[in-house]
């Protein structure tokens, strides 16, 4: 499975045609924008995931893809098709809500029933798809209850049912681990891509939780302020982040401010009031000139912390002082507090149960990074 | 010490004894004392009926009270009629009243969030008037000569006076609009904390609004429907000013039976008797609703 998934890129295929397309979509509200102007092509069977802090207008996007909100400017089409004016019961498209919006009223098998029935099919034919829908989510022996009966993680797992059982083209997640606990959350982001990749569905999950995007995602769009900042593979996105607001939403980093001095063999040297020596970083993507204002990113698991000064042929050398230490189980956390004052935050491994002197509060430490562990953002 | 700890404890178990002394005091005793009266006879005296009630002779009182009102009561078919009658009237009426009350709750529910509290204001204001006047009023509207007749002639509606004063239309009119209160604000709290999400996903799954309307929000309103109905059905039956004020002589209300019974003909007991049958007649209605209720908690839980 993991090798189909890698050869799946269509966004790179340039002869693929996107099953939905946004072209300069805004959606304004009164005075507040919350898309503006806002351009994405989401491919069949793409697992795509709109990730961004709340009101950046991701909920608003889905919004508009499900029929509830038409967009101020600009048209959304889906398999060629305008939907401009398509009222939300004539989409082949649906959404599962955040509140689950669980009929009370229903029982669970009602529920999943709901749609098919509008569809007017045959009796047997819904009896068999409710039951199908119900042995995908495991929930077979619940089927009579009514909602209120339900644990919280069985609710969610009927509102996917009652949204998948009429095999939508789309289908729309909005928050759907938010409302359980953290272990349930893992479990059923696994389920997720498990169900999407069987049903061979598309699937638009709107999160503001990057880890979740990071697991389930195919592609992420990191949305700010009704515009996506960068739309790229969860991996492109870690280690690639476009602008600075995308380092620091997606995972932990640490940002050293600095100047640049030039570029030597292809490296740029830049000028960091956090180290006494000029950092060599490798970001060869990057047009920059002489003495312009940069953050450097770098992820706190990409950085080297130890006791021993290292030799003189190391590059990028910051030292400072433990300020603090978390323990994690897997990882240790230390902040580390510069010379400059600014605290980074480095996470080692603990690859083994014991370690003799472990570096302790207080002590002066140096931190290294290598060249390539760093990505340079234009301010 | 002692004697502060006992108070104490008197205090804090009369606290929960404070609505049982309410309800028997002003309820079962008064209750009590219409049975007694409706099972005692009519007599030219003070207090109109026999036996009185004496301590000294409790057993030669008992022996002197009988079922003879209620044997009238049924034997006489003015009763059955007038019983029936007010049924069938408060049935209708009640229906009139959700049809014109679902959707004013419906459209307050719909309404900014902010306004809501002004609209509900707006639907308790006629109560800051005395009932009877705006009764009253209705008369002044609905007579052949009154402001109805002045406004459609006026519009070159209709030819002739129209003659809904004293009859059932009249009654029917005057009790939507003095018992509307009573069915909007039930159904406007049920409607009000529905849950919107519910209606889009239903139109999400392929529901056109029209039949999300039925299949989701009439279901849900459906405690509003019985507390409203209930509310305005109750009291109807037995209701009195309007249809003496705008019914006329024709409309036969079992309330207007009973009041003539209590006042014209002086017959306390028999007046007793009607009033406990009216109570008969409502306390079904109320323990289907408890049941109907209690069976709803029940597949909640």
Redesign the interface.
């Given at each position: 499975m993991g090798a189909v998934r890698r050869s799946f890129a269509p966004w790179s295929d340039p002869s693929a045609t996107p099953l939905i397309r946004a072209e300069n979509v805004t959606k304004r509200f009164g005075d507040s924008v919350a898309v503006d102007n806002l351009s994405v092509d989401i491919f069949e069977r793409e697992f795509f995931c709109l990730l961004g802090p709340s009101g950046c207008g991701k909920t608003t996007l889905m919004r508009m893809i499900?029929?509830?909100e038409e967009p101020t400017a600009g048209r959304i089409t889906l398999a060629g098709k305008s939907l401009a004016g398509v009222?939300?019961?004539?989409r082949p498209?649906?959404?599962m809500?955040q509140?689950y919006?669980?009929?009370?009223?229903m029982s669970v098998e009602r529920n999943i029933a709901?749609?098919l029935k509008?569809?007017r099919l045959p009796k047997g034919e819904i009896a068999a798809r409710v039951e199908e829908m119900l042995r995908l989510v495991q929930l077979e022996k619940l089927a009579k209850r009514?909602p209120?009966q339900l644990s919280g993680g069985q609710r969610q797992r009927v509102a996917l049912a009652?949204?998948l059982a009429?095999r939508p083209k789309v289908l729309l997640l909005d928050e759907p681990l938010g409302a359980l606990d953290k272990k349930l959350r893992e479990e059923t982001q696994f389920e997720l891509m498990d169900i999407q990749h069987e049903l061979g569905m598309t699937f638009i999950v709107v999160t503001h939780d990057q880890e979740e995007a990071m697991t389930m995602a195919d592609r992420i769009a990191v949305m700010d302020h009704g515009r996506i900042v960068q739309v790229a593979t969860p991996g492109e996105i870690y280690e690639q982040p476009k602008t600075r607001f995308i380092a620091e939403f997606v995972g932990d980093v640490n940002i050293l401010e600095g100047h640049v001095l030039g570029q030597e063999q292809g490296l740029w040297r830049v000028r960091s009031s956090g180290a006494a020596t000029p950092l060599t970083i490798d970001d060869p993507d990057e047009v920059l000139h002489e003495n312009q204002a940069v953050a450097i990113a770098v992820r706190p698991e990409k950085m080297v912390i130890q006791r021993d000064p290292p030799g003189p042929d190391a590059v990028n050398v910051l030292t400072g002082e433990v300020w603090d230490i978390g323990y994690l189980g897997d990882w240790t956390v230390y902040r580390v507090k510069l010379g400059s004052g600014a605290i980074i935050r480095v996470t080692r491994a603990n690859r083994s149960r014991f370690v003799e002197s472990p570096i302790d509060w207080d002590e002066q430490v140096y931190v290294t990074f290598a060249p390539d562990a760093a990505v340079i953002l234009a301010e | 010490m002692l004697a502060r700890s006992v108070s104490k404890r008197f205090a804090s178990a009369l606290v929960p004894a404070v609505p049982y002394l309410w309800l028997g005091l002003l309820f079962l005793v008064p209750f009590l004392i219409v049975l007694k009266i409706s099972l005692s006879d009519p007599a030219v005296a003070q207090p109109p009926y026999r036996p009185v009630f004496e301590w000294g002779d409790i057993l030669g009182f008992l022996s002197q009270l009988d079922l003879e009102n209620f044997e009238t009561l049924i034997g006489d078919d003015l009763y059955l009629r007038a019983t029936l009658s007010s049924v069938r009237i408060a049935a209708i009426s009640t229906v009139l009243l959700l049809l014109v009350g679902f959707p004013v709750a419906y459209a307050m529910a719909r309404a900014p969030a902010r306004r809501r509290p002004l609209l509900v204001a707006l639907v308790i204001l006629p109560f800051w008037t005395s009932f009877l006047i705006r009764i009253y009023a209705w008369i002044a509207i609905l007579k052949p000569e009154g402001l109805l007749t002045q406004v459609l002639t006026g519009m070159g509606l209709i030819g002739k006076p129209l003659a809904i004063l004293n009859t059932e239309a009249a009654v029917y009119i005057g009790i939507v609009y003095a018992y509307l209160p009573f069915m909007v604000l039930p159904l406007y709290a049920t409607l009000e904390k529905m849950d919107d999400t519910l209606i889009e996903a239903a139109l999400d799954l392929g529901c056109p609004p029209w039949r999300a309307f039925w299949t989701i929000t009439v279901p849900l309103a459906m405690p509003g429907v019985v507390a409203g109905s209930l509310l305005c059905f109750i009291p109807a039956v037995g209701e009195f000013v309007i249809p003496d004020l705008l019914g006329g002589s024709e409309t036969l209300m079992i309330g207007r039976q009973l009041w003539s019974e209590f006042f014209s003909n002086r017959d306390w007991p028999l007046a007793s008797a009607v009033a406990i049958l009216l109570l008969i007649l409502l306390v079904v209605p109320i323990v289907i609703y408890r049941d109907v209720e209690a069976r709803r908690l029940e597949t909640r839980s």
């Open positions: 499900a029929g509830f009222p939300p019961y004539r498209v649906n959404m809500f509140s919006a669980l009929f009370p009223h709901f749609g509008q569809d009514s209120s009652r949204a009429k | -």
